[in-house]
């Protein structure tokens, strides 16, 4: 499913937040309902990055799809703010040209100095090397983000660069932030799931929109207890979490 010519075009959501539209996947980056709210409730809030954030705690978390980096840059904000360490681990197949990035103006949703001007002269840099294999490791205004770039699945296993983010360690939350099931199946499959299940540390969390039974079956079958939760105020009815149990 993966195409070299996607189109992509910058579209307003209802809480005046921008996003991006796939041509190829024939759908948004972001929730149309408000891009930035679906990014704060149901990842930063939904995984528990905020609370634990909040509570001076330092947080390491694995993004699928790391698109136009709304939620990287969210939570990046909130760590800084806090004054926590926030190592960002994410899988992407292509980052979107920086010029369309900097049309989403995520600036103004940030109040860490330097955080946006770093992101879009990075996204600079990656869109003059675009790299498609291997793991680019920056650190943008002190956060430390590493990206597993082409496609992180290929043929139901791990590309080199996926296997690489994952053996780096437990993360104590996962954002599932792919395409839905039904335009992006090879990153929904049971063995995916489970491979993020497994680096999640006891007591961590995996977030997504995505309420579809076979992925709450799967996710329960990799030792995670999925809850479906409240979504996003006008949004989707439903959104879920699943808590890997603590040690006893
Ligand atoms: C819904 S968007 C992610 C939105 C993103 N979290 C944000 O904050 O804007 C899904 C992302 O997954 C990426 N993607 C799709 N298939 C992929 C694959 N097989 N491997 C790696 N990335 C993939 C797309 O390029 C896209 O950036």
């Given at each position: 499913?993966l195409?070299a ?10 809480d ?30 939904g995984?528990?990055?905020?609370a634990?954030?909040a ?15 709304l ?27 920086a010029?369309?990035l ?7 949703q940030?109040a ?17 090397t ?41 993360v ?67 959104m879920?979490q ?7």
């Amino acid at each position: 499913m993966l195409k070299a010519d996607d189109k992509l075009t910058v579209v307003t959501t209802a809480d005046g937040s921008r996003t991006l539209q796939s041509g190829a996947f024939g759908q948004a980056y972001g929730s149309q309902h408000g891009a930035a709210a679906e990014a704060r409730h149901v990842f930063l809030d939904g995984a528990g990055v905020q609370a634990r954030l909040a509570s001076g705690l330092d947080v390491q978390v694995l993004e699928v799809g790391l698109g136009t980096g709304l939620n990287f840059l969210l939570t990046a904000d909130a760590a800084l703010q806090a004054g926590a360490a926030l190592t960002y681990r994410a899988f992407e197949w292509r980052l979107p040209p920086a010029g369309m990035l900097g049309e989403l103006a995520y600036g103004a949703q940030l109040a860490s100095p330097g955080l946006w001007d770093a992101w879009l002269a990075w996204a600079g840099e990656v869109e003059e090397t675009t790299p498609s294999s291997g793991v680019t490791t920056v650190s943008l205004a002190g956060v430390q983000l590493e990206v597993a770039w082409g496609d992180a699945w290929p043929d139901h296993q791990p590309s080199a660069g996926a296997a690489d983010l994952l053996a780096r360690g437990p993360v104590d939350a996962v954002y599932h932030d792919a395409f839905s099931p039904q335009a992006n199946p090879a990153l929904w499959e049971e063995a995916f799931l489970q491979a993020l299940a497994s680096v999640l540390r006891p007591g961590g969390r995996l977030a997504t929109y995505s309420v579809a039974g076979r992925v709450r079956r799967a996710l329960k079958e990799a030792g995670l207890t999925p809850v479906k939760a409240p979504g996003p105020p006008g949004g989707k009815a439903e959104m879920l979490q699943a808590v890997k149990p603590e040690l006893v």
